[in-house]
């Protein structure tokens, strides 16, 4: 098997793992587990996993990440305003909403990145990110609405969780990135999920929600924090380094189609023709953006040549 290939899998994998993990949310939120519960379990122990791994196979570099006061600080800063917001915001769109249609709405994520960078560095869209652009709004508007303008076809607590997941997973990838170069990804969102594991459960009191630990329980608390984040994230962060990251988060787009297929099969929820449409749209706007981004990066390499 060539490495190409391989990596490939592997972040095909990681996508389709993220996409079970927002099935394995809906399936405890749906058999009593409170989200704020939920949340904090979930920031916990996968904090306490990938630490664990980073500290077995990168002891120094973890601690030399530990005792740099402004990386600390600026790892806190990305646990509360990234992974913790981020995190409450997705599992309570998926509680009002459902798996699929809460990660499809967190793929908006990559226009409004683009559109802050358009701002930042006071450029306009090229042709394909204006198309991109519009294809993200028309599909959030055809799953919000269902082309009925002055009526919503999910809550409004539903449609307001799914876009505020989007702005948190944008500030959830580019509040760390100079972190990461530095330390590397797992060091950071270990530390990041660790530290917001920590401080989340104390102010909304955890020890106050019931956890009912049935065997269906537990294996959807199996398939949202091993499965869907200490297995996603490690392999995803694996395949990038074998295919590179601009097709590494083209080949990741495969986890709303998979939360969505997931969600019918296990939960048996049901989603109309046009919500497929919706759906498709904002896929295919991340396809663009995505692919845009490749064309870009081999040109970039063919000048360096």
């Known amino acids: ?9 592997m972040v095909l994998a ?8 927002g099935v394995s949310g809906q399936y405890l939120m749906a058999h009593g587990v409170n989200v704020n519960l939920l949340t904090s379990l979930r920031l916990l122990l996968s904090g306490i996993l990938l630490t664990a791994s980073v500290f077995f ?22 646990a509360l ?13 998926i509680q009002y909403t459902n798996a699929g249609t809460a990660t499809v709405l967190q793929y908006v994520t990559p226009v409004i990145i683009l559109a802050f960078v358009c701002a930042k560095y ?4 090229t042709a394909a990110e204006l198309v991109a652009i519009i294809l993200a709004i028309v599909g959030t508007f ?3 609405t269902h082309g009925q303008i002055r009526e919503l076809a999910i809550t409004p607590l539903g449609l307001f969780w799914g876009l505020f997941s989007a702005v948190t997973y944008a500030i959830y990838i580019l509040l760390p990135a100079k972190a990461i170069e530095k330390w590397g990804s797992l060091i950071v969102i270990g530390l990041g999920l660790l ?23 537990l294996l959807a608390l199996f398939g949202l924090i091993f499965i869907g984040t200490v297995f996603a994230y ?35 929820d049901r989603f109309f023709a046009i919500d497929v449409v919706g759906m498709f749209l904002i896929v295919l706007a991340v396809i663009i953006i995505s692919l845009k981004n490749l064309v870009t990066l081999k040109k970039q390499e063919k000048i360096q040549r």
């Open 142 to 144: 055809t799953i919000a």
């Open 195 to 217: 530290i917001g594991g920590l401080i989340f459960p104390i102010v909304i009191q955890a020890w106050k929600y019931k956890l009912s630990l049935t065997g269906g329980n």
């Open 234 to 268: 490690t392999v995803f962060l694996k395949g990038t380094t074998m295919v590179g990251a601009v097709k590494g988060s083209l080949l990741a787009s495969v986890e709303p189609i998979a939360s969505v297929i997931l969600t019918v099969l296990i939960m048996g």
């Open 1 to 9: 098997m060539s490495k190409q290939l391989k990596g490939s899998l």
């Open 14 to 21: 990681a996508g389709i793992a993220w996409g079970f993990s």
């Open 122 to 125: 006071r450029r306009f869209p």
């Open 57 to 78: 196979r990168q002891r120094d570099k973890l601690v030399q990440a530990i005792k740099d006061r402004k990386t600390l600080v600026s790892i806190a800063l990305f």
């Open 81 to 93: 305003f990234g992974l913790v917001l981020n995190q409450y915001a997705y599992l309570s769109a």
